[in-house]
Structures are given as structure tokens and as C-alpha cells.
């Protein structure tokens, strides 16, 4: 009853009609990150908030991962 659980860039399959028909799609973002790349916060250190149903501050990291330092 629920979907595949998969990558958030593997190919999904082919967009099916139109003038993309073809394409294949090949990644997916979700609400926040796309927000960040909507807001082309695309250079480590560039931060973006969001407000809706919740208030999210992400920031790009760059390549590497950063833990927090409180353990939360």
C-alpha cells in the first residue's frame, strides 16, 4: 500500500506525454530543500528560513555533514 522508499536522485522514470515526453526524471527535492534551491542558496555557508507549518532555518554545508555540538 505504500510506495518504494528510493533515492532522492535516481531515475523514476520518464516524463509521459507533452513536449518533455521522454525526459527522464531523475531526482526529487522536498519542501524545505527546495526552498533552498529556489532561493539559490547553492555556496556552503548560505542559509534560507521557511515559515508554514512550521518555521525551519536550513543552512548549505557544502559537502560535509555538520553535527550539532548539543546532541540534539
Same mark, same amino acid.
Given at each position: 500500500?505504500?510506495?518504494?522508499?528510493?533515492?532522492?536522485?535516481?531515475? $523514476?522514470?520518464?516524463?509521459?506525454?507533452?513536449?518533455?515526453?521522454?525526459?527522464? #526524471?531523475?531526482? #526529487?527535492? *522536498?519542501?524545505?530543500?527546495?526552498?533552498? /534551491?529556489?532561493? &539559490?542558496?547553492?555556496?556552503? *555557508?548560505?542559509?534560507?528560513?521557511? $515559515?508554514?507549518?512550521?518555521?525551519?532555518?536550513?543552512?548549505?554545508?557544502?559537502?560535509? &555533514? /555538520?553535527?550539532?555540538?548539543?546532541?540534539?
Amino acid at each position: 500500500m505504500l510506495p518504494r522508499i528510493s533515492s532522492s536522485s535516481e531515475i $523514476y522514470g520518464p516524463v509521459s506525454a507533452g513536449p518533455l515526453e521522454g525526459v527522464p #526524471i531523475a531526482g #526529487i527535492l *522536498g519542501d524545505q530543500q527546495a526552498a533552498l /534551491v529556489g532561493q &539559490a542558496c547553492f555556496e556552503p *555557508g548560505q542559509a534560507k528560513n521557511t $515559515y508554514g507549518t512550521g518555521c525551519f532555518l536550513l543552512l548549505n554545508t557544502g559537502t560535509r &555533514a /555538520v553535527r550539532s555540538g548539543t546532541g540534539c
